[in-house]
């Protein structure tokens, strides 16, 4: 399988070229590695697990149209993209804003994936260090990794699995833990049946 550290390395080699990573997805199936350009997904959370729904199904058409065959297990899907953090270790600001508006925002590269046969999601997230001048100079691990493994879990990998199983039955599954999540959450403010993990502002 194509570790986080591998996806890490290459995503590397790309912000030292251009400066930059767009959004990617990362699909491994079994020795394959397929690299999907992504649009930033607009919209609430709903709208966008849909959406991811659909993009699996129409790259399973693609990849098929290739002569990768149907019964090839997929080992990861993993989302490459850049965002805002708020760290607690650089601030002790009451954090009530957008991390992209907050003063003391850090820019990071975010690694989500998603191994199917596993049921596992996890996370990692590295600092994106530049030069006086702006340019970029290296990605630095963050404490909160844990070895590059946080509990997360990203419906929208979930559901373009789904999709790439081309299973309704898998997106109601998706569908149904969205469901019980925000339930919880307006009960209890917690998430059910979620392992403790550090929170990323």
Not at 12 to 24: D, E, S
Not at 135 to 146: G, K, M, P, Y
């Amino acid at each position: 399988m194509v570790s986080m550290d591998e996806i890490k390395t290459s995503a590397n080699k790309v912000m030292q070229l251009y400066g930059k990573h767009p959004p990617l997805l990362a699909l491994v199936i079994e020795n394959n590695l397929i690299e999907i350009p992504i649009q930033f997904l607009e919209g609430d959370t709903p709208e966008k697990v849909s959406r991811m729904f659909s993009a699996g199904k129409f790259v399973r058409k693609q990849i098929r149209e290739q002569g990768i065959p149907d019964h090839l297990p997929v080992s990861s899907i993993n989302m490459i993209v850049e965002a805002w953090m708020v760290s607690r270790e650089k601030t002790a600001r009451r954090i009530n804003k957008r991390p992209s508006e907050h003063p003391d925002r850090i820019e990071i590269l975010m690694i989500t994936r998603y191994e199917p046969q596993r049921d596992l999601h996890t996370m990692a997230a590295y600092e994106i260090v530049r030069k006086p001048d702006g340019n970029f100079d290296h990605l630095a691990d963050r404490r909160e990794n844990h070895d590059g493994k946080i509990n997360i879990h990203n419906p929208m990998l979930a559901a373009f699995y789904a999709g790439l199983e081309e299973s309704d039955g898998l997106y109601k599954q998706v569908l149904d833990s969205m469901e019980a999540a925000s339930k919880a959450i307006k009960q209890t403010g917690d998430l059910p049946n979620t392992p403790p993990s550090t929170p990323l502002h």
